[in-house]
């Protein structure tokens, strides 16, 4: 399993592994709790440009054997399980991605009233406050999409569309501001002592897990009633 994440300081690892043979390629899976020094049991950092402050794995299983009391569940139902939890896992991210996308907007707008050119703060210039706004405008829209998506969960209702609109509008919001406070930065932007190149980096991660972007756009697409593109 390739891009899983702290799996090289965990004690256990939440594994969905085939079972038996189904109709379906959902059916006959089978989620497991496995033990990481378990015999078989191989895990590699990968070299991320993103989420430095936490790893990154791949995990390699070669003959691992798991206990019967070990199965997660029911067998062969790991699948609907496990699609239980990937809604809560849209609305994480895309409060992630939010939060990264404000601290990009917060220091842009710090660097605006700082950094002087021409006689003044380079945040007097019309161009840049109009960045920042229309960052400002979709944070805020994505934030308010993350609290509703949140707010519904808690009150026990489905979330599968909700989930779907945060998460794309979060994702996409966060592209938008980092890549503003990389240009109002300029040469600084590209400075590892500086934090922007780091908002900048770890906002591209929310296009694709923990579904792409497209795909999210497929399934709310679906949910529109139109005919199902995949």
């Known amino acids: 399993k390739v891009f899983n994440t702290h799996a090289n300081v965990s004690d256990y690892l939440v594994v969905l592994a085939r079972s038996s ?30 989420f430095w402050a936490n790893a990154t794995c791949e995990t390699f299983f070669q003959d691992v054997a798991v206990p ?53 703060p380079i945040g007097r210039f019309q161009s840049l406050q109009h960045y920042l706004a229309e960052a400002a405008v979709k944070i805020e829209s994505a934030r308010l999409l993350v609290r509703t ?31 503003v406070g990389m240009r109002i930065l300029g040469g600084y932007g590209y400075m590892r002592e500086y934090p922007m190149q780091r908002y900048f980096r770890d906002s591209r991660v929310f296009l694709t897990g923990p579904i792409t972007n497209e795909m999210a756009l497929n399934q709310i697409a679906e949910k529109l009633g139109m005919q199902r593109s995949y």
Not at 83 to 93: A, G, I, N, Q
Not at 150 to 166: K, T, V
């Open 21 to 50: 043979e189904g109709e379906k390629r959902s059916q006959g899976l089978s989620m497991f709790l496995v033990d990481s020094k378990a015999d078989g049991v191989d895990v590699n950092v990968l070299d991320t440009i993103v």
């Open 68 to 120: 019967a009391d070990r199965v997660i569940g029911q067998v062969d139902q790991g699948w609907r399980q496990i699609t239980k939890t990937l809604d809560v896992e849209k609305v994480v991210v895309a409060a992630e991605a939010v939060g990264n996308a404000q601290a990009a907007l917060d220091y842009a707008l710090a660097y605006c009233g700082e950094r002087s050119a021409f006689g003044g």
């Open 149 to 179: 998506a949140a707010a519904m969960y808690d009150a026990g209702e489905p979330i599968g569309y909700q989930s779907l609109l945060a998460k794309v509008a979060a994702s996409e919001a966060g592209v938008f501001a980092t890549d």
